[in-house]
């Protein structure tokens, strides 16, 4: 760019720098897009977790959450791994074939052999799509048989 200042040429260049970034990815376990906005699940991965269930292929997949069981082992609550807030629910919002759960012990009533995809947004991703409730994030679980 140049401008022309009477007798005096100012000359300014503009220079661009790319950075680019990568995480490397283990083969057979969930990738990340972006840095940690959105994990994607895919069913060999579902596959290959060994998992039984939903909630148990959630547990070895997902290490931003944090899961909780009573003495029983029926699953009671799920957090997102970090800062917490007092005001706002940390629970991720869970939509099983476009239905929200309220329960979580769906995830271990629903067969990992069912299971399609599972996506889970984080938390600034899922209010973009699900408003203030998904401030925990939200997990899409996409069965074989779509909810038939």
């Known amino acids: ?20 970034a990568c995480r490397s990815i283990r083969p057979g376990h969930a990738s ?15 596959e290959r977790s060994g998992g ?18 009573n003495r029983n082992g029926q699953a009671t609550a799920m957090t997102r791994r970090g800062r917490s807030s007092l005001v706002l629910n940390d629970s991720p919002m869970v939509i099983i074939d476009g239905a929200r759960s309220q329960d979580m012990k769906a995830l ?24 203030t409730d998904a401030v925990g994030g939200v997990i899409i679980i996409k069965t074989k048989n779509g909810g038939q």
Request: aromatic share 6%.
């Open 1 to 20: 760019m140049s401008a022309s200042l009477g007798r005096v040429v100012v000359v300014v260049v503009l220079t661009s720098i790319a950075l680019t």
């Open 32 to 46: 990340t897009q972006g840095d940690t906005d959105r994990i994607v699940i895919t069913q060999a991965i579902i």
């Open 52 to 69: 039984q269930t939903a909630w148990e292929v959630l547990r070895r997949e997902v290490p931003q959450l944090t899961f909780s069981e």
């Open 108 to 131: 271990q009533s629903l067969p990992a052999s069912a299971l399609m995809r599972i996506e889970v947004l984080s938390g600034q991703e899922g209010t973009t799509y699900y408003g």
